[in-house]
């Protein structure tokens, strides 16, 4: 069709900057997850935990209240590392939880649809894309994990004194570095998934077989070989060994008593997961296919 009347114009306001480009998504993606109120209530019911914890470390103070519910002091659980530990493990439980309900379809909707040139043929980059589809499950599994993890430091050094939080600002280190870790995990996993397995309920699955594939494969290495290295073939042994050594405990995992080995090699492993989850990613999310 000929245009024969040429008075369009390029827009002239204001631009978005292009550090934040990628929360456009996440922006626009709580509209719809937010929508449905089984999650709106599970999401709720994921600071259930934060709040007793507060409760306690508030009893822990006030003689007055444990006086008022016949409380004793012996009976409440002590202000430490295996504190927020049990905090940190009961947190990031839920974000496993969270991560099934609503990170499956995050691009495998776009791919299902051809959407994926949409957003691509505007000044947003395959790594801008990526992010901000991460940045929906980031953004939510930080709300409820690290954040209110600091909250409740910060609320025990103000009852407790500065001496207390010197003294104990690597709980506050461990509880911000494990978080992170199993957020950049989960959101990860999550768009892999989403990117090569289309129907929800399949992909739902697979976050959960993944644990369980990894744990098969981890046990056959140890028997075949009979070493104990190949727990490192599983997800859960090694988010729990580097759980340990953020918290200063001693190995829990079947894996060699020497700390010094057992935790870095771990973080190895899981490094190298996540790179094999970036490279399946760059396979998949392009803005066309090539069918042969």
Same mark, same amino acid.
């Given at each position: 069709m000929a245009v024969y009347e040429h008075a369009y114009k390029p827009y002239a306001g204001p631009l978005t900057p292009e550090w934040?480009?990628?929360?456009i998504i996440p922006r626009h993606a709580y509209r719809d997850v937010f929508r449905s109120k089984l999650f709106t209530g599970f999401f709720a019911l994921c600071f259930v935990c934060p709040l007793v914890m507060a409760i306690l470390i508030y009893l822990h103070?006030?003689? !007055?209240?444990? $006086?008022?519910?016949?409380?004793?002091?012996?009976?409440?659980?002590?202000? *430490?590392?295996?504190?927020f530990q049990v905090y940190i493990g009961i947190q990031t439980g839920l974000a496993f939880l969270l991560t099934v309900l609503i990170g499956p379809p995050l691009i495998s909707r776009d791919l299902a649809n051809n959407?994926?040139?949409?957003?691509?043929?505007?000044?947003?980059?395959?790594?801008?894309?990526v992010i901000g589809k991460m940045s929906v499950l980031m953004i939510l599994i930080s709300a409820i994990t690290w954040v209110p993890g600091a909250l409740l430091f910060l609320f025990q050094s103000y009852l407790e004194g500065a001496g207390w939080f010197a @003294? @104990?600002?690597?709980?506050?280190?461990?509880?911000?570095?494990?978080?992170? !870790?199993w957020i950049a995990l989960l959101a990860?996993?999550?768009? !892999?998934?989403?990117?090569?397995?289309?129907?929800r309920l399949a $992909?739902?699955?697979?976050?959960f077989g993944l644990f369980i594939i990894s744990n098969a494969i981890g046990i056959t290495v *140890? @028997?075949?070989?009979?070493?104990?290295?190949?727990?490192?073939?599983?997800? !859960?042994?090694?988010?729990?060994?580097i759980?340990?050594?953020?918290?200063? @405990?001693?190995?829990?995992?079947?894996?060699?008593?020497?700390?010094?080995? $057992?935790t870095p090699a771990a973080w190895i492993a899981l490094a190298m997961f996540c790179a094999f989850c970036l490279f399946l990613l760059t396979r998949k999310v392009r803005a066309y296919e090539v069918v042969s």
């Amino acid at each position: 069709m000929a245009v024969y009347e040429h008075a369009y114009k390029p827009y002239a306001g204001p631009l978005t900057p292009e550090w934040s480009r990628f929360l456009i998504i996440p922006r626009h993606a709580y509209r719809d997850v937010f929508r449905s109120k089984l999650f709106t209530g599970f999401f709720a019911l994921c600071f259930v935990c934060p709040l007793v914890m507060a409760i306690l470390i508030y009893l822990h103070h006030n003689l !007055t209240a444990m $006086a008022i519910f016949q409380i004793n002091l012996r009976d409440l659980a002590p202000i *430490n590392a295996f504190f927020f530990q049990v905090y940190i493990g009961i947190q990031t439980g839920l974000a496993f939880l969270l991560t099934v309900l609503i990170g499956p379809p995050l691009i495998s909707r776009d791919l299902a649809n051809n959407a994926l040139p949409l957003y691509l043929c505007r000044p947003f980059s395959r790594a801008e894309y990526v992010i901000g589809k991460m940045s929906v499950l980031m953004i939510l599994i930080s709300a409820i994990t690290w954040v209110p993890g600091a909250l409740l430091f910060l609320f025990q050094s103000y009852l407790e004194g500065a001496g207390w939080f010197a @003294n @104990n600002f690597w709980i506050a280190v461990a509880v911000f570095v494990e978080s992170w !870790t199993w957020i950049a995990l989960l959101a990860l996993l999550s768009v !892999t998934i989403s990117a090569w397995v289309k129907w929800r309920l399949a $992909a739902s699955a697979a976050l959960f077989g993944l644990f369980i594939i990894s744990n098969a494969i981890g046990i056959t290495v *140890n @028997n075949v070989l009979r070493t104990k290295w190949g727990s490192l073939f599983n997800l !859960t042994v090694i988010m729990k060994t580097i759980e340990d050594g953020l918290f200063r @405990n001693p190995n829990s995992m079947s894996l060699p008593p020497w700390m010094v080995l $057992a935790t870095p090699a771990a973080w190895i492993a899981l490094a190298m997961f996540c790179a094999f989850c970036l490279f399946l990613l760059t396979r998949k999310v392009r803005a066309y296919e090539v069918v042969s």
